[in-house]
């Protein structure tokens, strides 16, 4: 009799230390990610730890996944999803109300402009143009809109959309991302964009991906225009809540509509399942911790390190879960998609920042 306990629980157990085993596996693939991405060369073309993340996880799910044990797929599921709600909430340590207040209604409207128009314009265009499915649309309007692979991320966890539609939407980013940051400075030197200083930090915080990218094309024009391009891009991230919120009762509206209408056949009775984002409450707290300064600047950095590990675990994860196959079948069309946006984001951009200088400056 004292048997059956232990052969009940043994498969717990196992599962358990496999999924444990999952979490130091990508902890541990994270931790070379990191290194990998503080090589000069690769630092030096703006390429964060969560997009060698992505990459390095890709490559090794599509040509060693047969190397990881079956048992390891909840621990990396568990980082893909769960640590990257966790992460994304602590990504709002990074944005204070007084840096934002430093930029005034011209940062503020440069940024909000900058983020409706670019969602509307990609979903749009994403889904209608290029034929994509909606989930892909908005992965990959979400990281040209708001801040790149952190945005991908937590649209990703709010749909529920699957890996390789993250990974379209990552590959649009770093491609137009990483092309903005070494044209603009180059355009703005060369006298082609027709802006001053501060619509230069206006233009670049409120148009490249990501804040890494964002960081090292500005650094190319002046100190000036490098904070005020920071402060502008934190805005744009401090809009993830927002918009999250919105989307995900378009989205819930969305799919209540298409039950009601959907009579016949048992395949179309069940609604999709939406997960509330709590995650980005929890981002608009730590804003407010944030900017409260209630935390030493010490602990705010060692968070900020600590938070910046975690979502490379999360892009790792998404990357090992991620299928080239599945990607080869709209990669295109997403491209495309970016490559629109991207139209968009320099020449809409350079028309909203003129607009926001002369009407609110």
């Known amino acids: 009799m004292s048997t059956a306990p232990l052969t ?3 498969p717990a157990g196992s599962s358990t230390r496999g999924q444990l085993n ?8 994270a931790a070379a990610v990191t290194r990998i991405a503080a090589i000069p060369a690769i630092a030096g073309l703006g390429l964060s730890p969560l997009i060698v993340g992505i990459v390095g996880g890709a490559i090794y799910g599509n040509a060693l996944r047969d190397g990881m044990p079956a048992s390891w797929a909840a621990g990396v599921n568990f ?3 769960k640590l990257l709600r966790i992460a994304v909430a602590f990504f709002g340590l990074r944005v204070s109300l007084q840096e934002i207040a430093q930029v005034g209604l011209p940062g503020l409207a440069e940024s909000v402009l900058i983020v409706v128009s670019t969602l ?7 889904m209608k143009i290029m034929k994509l499915d909606r989930d892909t649309a908005l992965l990959t309007a979400a990281g040209s809109a708001i801040c790149g692979a952190a945005a991908v991320l937590a649209f990703e966890s709010t749909l529920q959309s699957k890996p390789h539609k993250s990974a379209m939407a990552v590959g649009s980013v770093v491609l137009f991302g990483t092309l903005s940051m070494f044209l603009y400075p180059v355009l703005f030197n060369a ?9 230069a930090g206006l233009f670049f915080g409120g148009t490249i991906h990501e804040v890494a990218q964002v960081v090292g094309a500005a650094s190319n024009v002046s100190p000036e225009a490098t904070h005020i391009a920071t402060i502008v891009k934190m805005t744009r991230v401090m809009l993830l809540v927002p918009v999250l919120l919105v989307v995900g ?3 819930n509206r969305s799919a209540r509509a298409h039950t009601n209408g959907a009579q016949d056949g048992a395949q179309h009775t069940a609604p999709r399942k939406l997960a509330i984002p709590w995650f980005a409450l929890g981002f608009l707290a730590f804003v407010v ?3 409260l300064h209630v935390l030493p600047q010490a602990a705010i950095s060692t968070l900020n390190m600590l938070d910046t590990f975690a979502l490379t675990m999360a892009m790792t994860a998404l990357g090992i879960e991620t299928r080239f196959a599945q990607i080869r079948q709209a990669g295109p069309r997403a491209l495309t998609t970016g490559l629109i946006l991207y139209v968009w984001l320099v020449a809409g951009g350079l028309g909203i920042t003129w607009a926001v200088q002369h009407l609110l400056g």
């Open 8 to 10: 009940a629980a043994s």
């Open 22 to 29: 999952g979490i130091l596996f990508v902890a541990l693939f």
């Open 79 to 81: 980082s893909a999803r």
């Open 120 to 126: 509307v314009i990609g979903t749009w265009a994403g």
């Open 191 to 199: 006298g082609w964009l027709h802006l001053d200083t501060i619509g």
């Open 249 to 251: 009762m378009w989205v």
């Open 289 to 291: 911790i944030n900017s």
